[in-house]
């Protein structure tokens, strides 16, 4: 049964007497408060969701309010609201659907509450203004997407819980300049912070094992980068595109660098491989245009499928190894395009 009550759109549940706020026909303009519960017929319903799609496309929607019982946003419940400048949160509220608030270009800020558990992927994609953005401690996951070109936000702060973040997370967030990473990380999807340009330090910690292919892809003002000691790989293009990056530090144990992983890193001057390294990938140092040197530590030249450089960084780039080793990497694939190999201690 649907019923309209004080021009909001409800479907009601006679047997659980609850209320789900859905489309209106008329639409929804100006500020909408979602009452605690509503009556009809002399029966009191708890208002406790919002359907899917219910506001989507209200362009003159400018405030919400949800009630107190409101437990559960649903799937591109407000997408498009291009003018919702304000979201006040239930603090019942558990779950917020995928793509809930995608493209609502007006927000400025969130004050997601404490019991929030689930915040589907894109929930706030393409919300432009948004400046500011406190995640609840209960998160566990930052799905993909979520801030996906979210281009004026600044500061993000992650709550502890938090164990992965997902791809594209972050893609695009070009105001982004810092982020606090829980310790209890464990992995960092592809593209997760691509194209954050303003993002200038990352501190990574050591409970990661996983930073997949792209994560920080054109963070120009990444100046260095530290690899936990969990993560044995470099994935592919994780760097490619820092072009402030000066400084790299890679453990022992990592044991592959992956393909375009440093492509077109062009000011660093200096990159160490460690001496568990066994396979570079293709392209890996290419247009590094400023490379001086690189130092390969490995007892073994690390396997190439292809080219790992261009021209210029073969020419230009000392590959020094360690002491007896100049055969070895003079007649090995790819490692004799070097032009010049020396030694070290």
């Not at 029966?43 to 506001?55: G, K, N, P, R, S």
């Not at 291009?82 to 927000?107: I, P």
């Not at 450089?309 to 395009?337: P, Q, S």
Request: proline share 3%.
């Amino acid at each position: 049964m649907i019923v309209v009550f004080e021009n909001i759109a409800y479907i009601l549940d006679a047997g659980k007497k609850t209320a789900t706020v859905t489309k209106n026909p008329g639409g929804y303009s100006g500020r909408v408060v979602i009452p605690d519960s509503i009556e009809h017929e002399g029966e009191v319903y708890i208002v406790t969701d919002i359907l899917d799609e219910a506001f989507a496309g209200c362009v003159s929607l400018s405030a919400v309010e949800l009630g107190s019982n409101v437990e559960s946003v649903g799937i591109s419940a407000f997408e498009g609201c291009l003018c919702l400048e304000n979201v006040k949160f239930s603090s019942a509220l558990h779950v917020v659907g995928v793509n809930a608030f995608k493209g609502c270009c007006s927000l400025v800020e969130l004050s997601l509450p404490l019991n929030l558990i689930v915040i589907g992927k894109g929930a706030f994609a393409g919300c432009t203004a948004l400046e500011k953005v406190v995640l609840p401690a209960n998160l566990i996951n930052i799905e993909p997407s979520l801030f996906d070109g979210c281009t004026a936000l600044e500061s993000i702060a992650i709550g502890e819980m938090v164990e992965s973040i997902g791809e594209y997370a972050f893609c695009g967030c070009s105001s982004l300049t810092v982020v606090a990473f829980p310790s209890g990380l464990v992995s960092i999807e592809g593209w997760a912070f691509r194209d954050c340009i303003s993002l200038s330090k990352v501190e990574l910690p050591q409970s990661l094992v996983s930073i997949k292919k792209g994560a920080f892809w054109g963070c120009s003002s990444l100046t260095e980068f530290e690899l936990p000691s969990g993560v044995n790989m470099l994935d592919q293009g994780v760097l490619a595109g820092c072009t402030g990056l000066r400084s790299v530090k890679l453990h022992d144990g990592v044991l592959s660098i992956g393909y375009g992983a440093f492509y077109n890193c062009g000011v660093i001057e200096s990159i160490t491989l460690p001496f568990s390294v066994v396979s570079v990938g293709e392209q890996a140092f290419r247009s590094c245009a400023s490379l001086k040197e690189l130092r390969v530590l490995c007892d073994a030249a690390p396997m190439c499928s292809g080219d790992i450089a261009d021209g210029r960084v073969y020419g230009n780039a000392v590959l020094r190894v360690k002491k007896g080793l100049v055969g070895e990497y003079g007649f090995a694939r790819i490692w004799e395009r070097f032009g010049n190999v020396e030694e070290i201690e």
